[in-house]
């Protein structure tokens, strides 16, 4: 069965993609009130609003602020636009909005549809905007710019100029005084054209006006254009003011007249700007006390009231109590939408995708499987598989990140700023691609690029076009389906998602495209991509993370690239890594006589000695891939002759690779200050984490090697098993220090210098005094005076002083057992 001919309703049938406050076609409201699903999380909230608005009709409340948020894509102005619909009692179709949910029993509850008739039946005007639209290109800058916008839309809502605030006001005492119609007939009579159209050229008309008012006898001519000259500076209104304008024109309309703002993004449009947080509860405040119930303000934003701006003390407690009805829109909303209105299938589609899943069930398991702690949600079973197919659950909690990250980031466009690219819009758009194919295909997570890749800023969607003109990733030329673009479009989907890792496992899993693809196969394709993407500099892979590079990323690497980094820097960080915070140990404590004895050791890395001492007999020597000292023989004599171990790190430059890229960034970050490209000090940020990130790869990558070094000793290989580092090198140590010091055995009670003196009695005769001391290290005192005899008595030479013999004794006693104080 084709996957198109499993859905209950057409697949491909038309479908508004992105949900735009300001949006009128009828055609488009009728198929948004048909189709509206009213989910579980919906049914609470549809009550939880008209309850509160029923108080506003039925008596007053200064509580007629709503808060709607949710992630991008969410469906918060799809539902912003539900209620206008409903409060306007808009007639779309042949039919009122509320008999949609009456005709179709969206609504379960019928004291919550009572209060939703309720509210349809009383009079309001409504008033839909997205205030980022409607503001001025410099209004964020005032203070007052939520109160402006707000005036604007007021006075367009009542057929008054919306740009001209002077105007309107003209506009509304002409109205006032019964007289409006008479002067809009005048000057269409004077001038040529109507008034509404000729208005916002107000610089062009002045003469025209002001000869229709003194016509008119409205006013004087001198008066006029003093009017006319006051109306072209700056106009100032006080919240106060324009909210007591609002009561105004309720109490003339009458009848429990109401007027509801709806207002699309606010959260973006306040950004992290207080003032305009402020100047927002302020307007719903003295809105609230001067209408009492009768004016609403209802807003969206993808964050929490108490997330959008750091509002301190009681301002946010005056903010929290104007907003007291808040409906936060769940991805679990999002599901239940998508699932309803364009998944639902077929009873036939339904048993045959039961029945498929029941014998590909351990398959699935197998091979959809991701290697991060963050919980992906998959198939629950034959049913969850039935009414997500041919989608896999965690698609749509990751596209929500996705959305939300995009826009958070800036690669969204212009588009995709101002209307929601809803996620509806991209799984339907998605799955019209794949509805030509057979059951068993699943929609590859690279699939959701197409649908938003009009609404993409140019420095991430340029990317993706140059992949195709490049002839590497590209051979065929072809425009479509080509492997490594899909695999750099999955990559930039998740690029700035912080709850997946980009490995070579997970991009696997979001790759397939049919439950019975081979794993194995398929991950070898993905690396061959991503090897190809790397040498092309598209995408750069850090420790086993690989990431998507804008047009401006990949020239700040190209610059860190360029950066020259000494082999003596590297091999320097080499050692700081494993002697400062791998193998710490500074001195090597010998295990017997209770650890009394310790010896200090020189510490290297190749050729390039790093904290070393004359007083230290024996060292640490470890040999990276970059050594010239690679063949058996001479591993083995420079073991032999020196008094050092020989770590020999396997032939992975990983850790190596890492440490040059860490220096690289650092010395970019470190001598540029400065640059013309566009997110600079964003990158520089990004960068400055991934030079921590390269430091802790490189620590990963070294102490892996560590442990699967060849460590030679006394001239030969040692055959030790464990694999913890600090263990294997002080093994090895162990047995230097015991060829080193090779009559250490000999000592049964340790000595230190001052029991050795000890030893020589004060006489004028050389002697040593025997005592408990000497009997414990009898093979010890027999060594030492065969030394005695040997050096002053069979070696022929000159008369040595006392005081000198004792001297070569105390250092003779340290040199062969191992005394280090």
């Given amino acids: 069965m084709e996957v198109k001919d499993m859905f209950v309703k057409p697949i491909d049938r038309d479908l508004q993609g992105v949900i735009k406050v300001g949006d009128v076609e009828n055609e488009n409201i009728r198929q948004e009130l048909e189709e509206y699903v009213v989910t579980n999380e919906l049914q609470k909230y549809f009550a939880d609003f008209f309850a509160a608005y029923k108080k506003g009709i039925l008596g007053t409340t200064p509580k007629m602020g709503v808060w709607i948020s949710g992630f991008f894509g969410s469906g918060k102005s799809h539902l912003l636009k539900i209620l206008s619909y409903i409060l306007e009692n808009k007639e779309v179709g042949g039919k009122k909005a509320i008999d949609y949910f009456i005709d179709d029993h969206k609504i379960s509850d019928p004291m919550v549809l009572a209060d939703m008739k309720l509210a349809a039946d009383t009079p309001t005007d409504v008033v839909l905007f997205n205030i980022d639209s409607k503001s001025d290109s410099n209004g964020k800058k005032d203070k007052d710019a939520i109160v402006n916008v707000f005036l604007k839309v007021f006075n367009e809502m009542q057929g008054f100029c919306g740009a001209i605030p002077y105007l309107a006001d003209l506009e509304r005492k002409l109205t006032e005084d019964g007289r409006y119609d008479e002067f809009q007939q005048k000057f269409e009579e004077t001038y040529g054209s109507s008034w509404v159209e000729s208005r916002n050229d107000f610089d062009f008309v002045q003469d025209d006006i002001v000869e229709v008012l003194a016509d008119m006898n409205y006013m004087s001519e001198e008066a006029g254009r003093n009017w006319c000259e006051k109306a072209i500076q700056p106009y100032r209104i006080s919240i106060e003011e324009f909210a007591d304008r609002v009561k105004t024109y309720i109490d003339c309309k009458g009848n429990n007249h109401h007027v509801a703002f709806l207002v699309d993004e606010v959260g973006q449009y306040i950004g992290d700007d207080r003032n305009l947080m402020l100047n927002l509860q302020t307007v719903t405040e003295d809105l609230g006390t001067a209408c009492n119930g009768k004016a609403w303000v209802i807003v969206t934003s993808q964050q929490d009231i108490d997330s959008v701006v750091k509002v301190k003390g009681n301002d946010f407690s005056k903010i929290q109590g104007r907003f007291d009805t808040r409906l936060s829109l769940s991805s679990a909303n999002v599901d239940a939408v998508i699932k309803k209105r364009i998944l639902e299938k077929t009873d036939t589609a339904a048993q045959m995708l039961r029945l498929l899943y029941g014998q590909k069930e351990t398959t699935i398991k197998n091979k959809i499987v991701f290697t991060d702690s963050v919980e992906r949600k998959l198939y629950a079973g034959p049913e969850d598989f039935s009414e997500v197919y041919p989608f896999i659950p965690y698609q749509f909690n990751l596209l929500a990140s996705v959305l939300t990250a995009i826009r958070t980031h800036g690669a969204s466009g212009k588009h995709l700023s101002e209307g929601e690219r809803s996620m509806l819009a991209m799984f339907k758009e998605s799955a019209v691609a794949y509805m030509h194919e057979n059951e068993g295909t699943i929609i590859p997570f690279y699939a959701f690029y197409t649908p938003m890749e009009n609404f993409l800023d140019h420095s991430h969607r340029g990317v993706i076009i140059k992949a195709y003109e490049n002839d590497y990733i590209n051979p065929e030329h072809k425009t479509g389906d080509v492997f490594a673009i899909n695999v750099l479009k999955t990559l930039f989907l998740i690029k700035y998602v912080q709850d997946i890792t980009a ?187 991934e030079m921590s990130d390269r430091f802790a790869n490189a620590k990963l990558f070294l102490s892996e090697s560590l442990k699967d070094a060849e460590i030679y000793v006394n001239g030969d290989r040692a055959e030790i098993k464990s694999k913890d580092v600090t263990t294997r090198i002080n093994e090895a140590l162990q047995r230097l220090v015991e060829t080193v010091y090779n009559k250490l055995s000999y000592i049964d009670a340790p000595l230190g210098d001052d029991e050795i003196r000890k030893l020589f009695a004060a006489s004028n005769q050389f002697s040593m005094k025997v005592d408990e001391t000497l009997e414990a290290n009898h093979e010890a005192f027999c060594q030492v005076l065969f030394l005695i005899y040997r050096r002053f008595f069979l070696g022929g030479g000159e008369l040595v002083a006392e005081e000198d013999v004792k001297m070569r004794l105390v250092d003779s006693l340290k040199l062969f057992y191992g005394q280090v104080i």
């Fill in 503 to 689: 490995n070579v496992d997970n991009i696997t899993t979001l790759m397939m495209s049919n439950i019975d693809d081979d794993r194995i196969t398929l991950k070898e394709k993905v690396e061959d991509a991503l090897r190809v993407l790397i040498g092309q500099h598209l995408i750069q892979k850090n420790g086993d993370v690989y990431a998507f590079l804008t047009d401006e990323e990949q020239e700040i690497n190209m610059w860190i690239e360029r950066e020259d980094i000494d082999n003596a820097d590297v091999i320097n960080k080499i050692s700081e890594l494993i002697f400062d915070d791998i193998f710490t140990d500074k001195k090597y404590r010998y295990p017997k006589f209770n650890g009394r004895y310790t010896f200090g050791f020189n510490q290297s890395v190749d050729d390039r000695p790093y904290k070393t001492s004359p007083a230290n007999d024996i060292g640490v020597r470890v040999l990276t891939p970059a050594s010239e000292i690679t063949d058996e023989i001479t591993k083995r004599m420079m073991s032999g002759q020196g008094k050092e171990i020989l770590v020999v790190l396997p032939n992975d430059r990983s850790f190596m690779d890492e440490i040059q890229m860490y220096l690289k960034i650092e010395r970019f970050l470190r001598h540029n200050t400065s640059s013309s490209v566009i997110q600079y000090e964003s990158i520089k940020d990004t960068k400055r984490r």
